[in-house]
Nanobody
């Protein structure tokens, strides 16, 4: 059973930075696509950023230029570097991995940005 464990969330102020980590229980070479999603209270879960096995990235418009997704295959880890955080970035952030038409999710990590 594939397990994804997120960490790095917390309470920060507007303009601060955080780096989220997602450690996968097995090699991430086989995952076609990995990504970060977020869900704020009362809202639907939305895609924040994705990265393919080849390193191509995609971002939600509102985070472009502020967030960066990356992967370290040797550490089986995907990162989300978040800079210039805003109160509207407050949400639970989830890591997702896609392989062979199956999707695996982590348990989420809370990010709260105070104004």
């Amino acid at each position: 059973q594939v397990q994804l464990v997120e960490s790095g969330g917390g309470l920060v102020q507007t303009g601060d930075s955080l780096r989220l980590s997602c450690v996968v229980s097995e090699s991430i070479f086989s995952f076609r696509l990995m990504g970060w999603y977020r869900q704020a209270p009362g809202k639907q879960r939305e895609l924040v950023a994705t990265i393919t096995s080849g390193g191509s990235t995609n971002y939600l418009d509102s985070v472009k230029g502020r967030f960066t997704i990356s992967r370290d295959n040797a550490k089986n880890t995907v990162y989300l570097q978040m800079n210039s955080l805003k109160p509207e970035d407050t949400a639970v952030y989830y890591c997702k991995a896609d392989r062979n038409w199956l999707a695996y999710w982590g348990q989420g990590t809370q990010v709260t940005v105070s104004s």
